[in-house]
């Protein structure tokens, strides 16, 4: 692979993995951060796991095409379970659902033993992520939001560390929802996600008012509740 060649999302989660780590990427696809880490010389080796045949071939493919097998092993498997306990100091989970991601280190949770960072980059449902990590006491050290292609991402990093605090304050319920540190930059793909999000949350409020089912009170008191807490915070 070419290193210029990876994507601003990847070149993201790679910016926070320690130097002179040992990195498990977890649905690795094509191993393109794995690659570029080592050939960065930024991790002193990598596993890379997928599940299905497809990607994993590819992946192999990857690595044997960058002569990087002797640094980086391919593995085939159901998230964590390519890992032992200690093998890895980071591991980064891509590209998938806060659902998954949640779902698969819960899983895996055995396998976390020795692992100093999380990196993970969900594609929707990022608090579903920071309710994970607070419930498991990993601390949420930093968040980046970005915008590539007409997509928004956003980036965890959760270190294993029990002197630091985690970052929530009295708006734990909404920096939960937005994330503490976006919400104190609030950049450009910030704003712009939330907005759209505001729509869609608007026009299911909209919907919900059409109903005449009494069933439907409490939730759309919560969706309201939502929507005037994010606006407030975006001051709209």
Request: aromatic share 6%; hydrophobic share 40%.
């Amino acid at each position: 692979m070419k290193r210029d060649n990876l994507s601003l999302r990847l070149r993201t989660v790679a910016a926070h993995i320690h130097r002179e780590a040992v990195m498990a990427d977890i649905g690795s696809d094509h191993a393109y951060l794995p690659c570029y880490l080592i050939l960065e010389h930024q991790v002193v080796y990598a596993i890379a796991g997928e599940v299905n045949e497809g990607p994993y071939q590819s992946a192999l493919h990857e690595v044997q095409a960058a002569n990087l097998q002797n640094k980086i092993s391919v593995r085939k498997g159901d998230g964590l379970d390519i890992l032992s306990p200690n093998e890895a100091d980071v591991i980064t989970i891509c590209g998938m659902g806060g659902q998954l991601i949640s779902s698969i280190l819960e899983k895996g949770k055995t396998k976390i033993e020795g692992v100093k960072r999380l990196v993970l980059q969900p594609n929707v449902g990022a608090d579903t992520v920071r309710k994970w990590l607070m419930k498991e006491n990993w601390i949420l050290v930093h968040e980046e939001i970005i915008k590539e292609d007409g997509k928004i991402y956003e980036v965890l990093v959760a270190d294993w560390d029990k002197k630091e605090q985690q970052p929530y304050s009295e708006k734990e319920e909404l920096e939960l929802l937005l994330g503490p540190f976006l919400m104190k930059e609030k950049n450009e793909a910030f704003v712009e996600k939330w907005k759209g999000e505001l729509h869609q949350w608007e026009k299911i409020l909209q919907q919900m008012e059409r109903s005449e089912s009494p069933d439907l009170a409490e939730r759309k008191a919560s969706l309201q509740k939502r929507i005037d807490s994010v606006k407030e915070e975006l001051s709209l």
